[in-house]
């Protein structure tokens, strides 16, 4: 990614994040530094217990650090107003689980976040619902319940679910981990699409080298560190 000056102030960064959790004395982020850029792709890999989905919830606002910062446009995540709130507006969230709602149809979950976003009529809400589940490949699915989706399409539904509220920026953790080969590679085109053509800049946790292939960078985390960086595109 060429920086632009408007580019040369990370969209996210967190300096000396240190993270213990008190129970168990467990030190799972030891003094960790990341600058994320707008419209970047960036992968964190690593192994089970590393850190990786500590970090995430970490620069997202869900868990606060023991000590260190995290910087939202330069500015402290504290000194956004609710985080609740920021979250909603600024951020999108993909899981492994999709942890969609059983009793809501795909279309009424896509709609879940938007009551936190913009003034939206409901017959607005229900377009732009339905317009994203078409981005994502399954607007003939909108009607259905996640029990009567494959994985593959719970998932899509998830990431439309992400888009409701235009946000900044996505962070997926391990959203392919549940997926068999085939999927995966259809649910990483989507992220790659996102990307390349509408700029979406996002943070992707994986234990697989070959899903974190698929970002432009790679940070490797080991015990709560970062002890590589690689960009995988040269
Ligand atoms: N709520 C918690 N209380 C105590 N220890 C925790 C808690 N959450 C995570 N840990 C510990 O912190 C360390 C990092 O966990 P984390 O889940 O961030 O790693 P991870 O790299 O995402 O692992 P995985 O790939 O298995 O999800 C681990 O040793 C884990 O046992």
Request: include cysteine.
């Amino acid at each position: 990614m060429n920086k632009t000056n408007e580019q040369t102030q990370p969209l996210l960064q967190c300096k000396g994040l240190r993270k213990v959790y008190p129970n168990g004395n467990v030190e799972a982020l030891r003094g960790v530094d990341v600058e994320i850029f707008q419209g970047e792709y960036v992968a964190i890999m690593g192994t089970s217990g590393s850190g990786k989905s500590t970090l995430l919830c970490t620069l997202s606002g869900m868990d606060v650090p023991t000590s260190g910062e995290v910087l939202y446009r330069g500015k402290p995540l504290t000194q956004h107003g609710s985080l609740d709130r920021f979250r909603a507006l600024e951020l999108g969230f993909v899981f492994q689980s999709f942890y969609l709602l059983p009793t809501l149809t795909a279309i009424e979950n896509v709609q879940v976040p938007m009551f936190e976003g913009p003034p939206r009529s409901s017959a607005e809400k229900h377009q732009r619902a339905h317009d994203l589940l078409e981005r994502v490949g399954i607007g003939h699915r909108a009607n259905h319940l996640p029990m009567r989706l494959s994985v593959g399409e719970r998932q899509r539904v998830a990431i439309a679910r992400s888009l409701a509220n235009e946000p900044k920026l996505i962070f997926a953790d391990e959203p392919t981990g549940n997926l068999d080969s085939r999927t995966t590679e259809e649910i990483l085109a989507i992220f790659a699409n996102l990307h390349e053509t509408e700029g979406v800049t996002l943070v992707m946790v994986t234990h697989s080298a070959d899903v974190a292939a698929h970002a432009e960078r790679t940070l490797h985390f080991q015990d709560g560190q970062i002890v590589k960086e690689e960009n995988n595109r040269t």
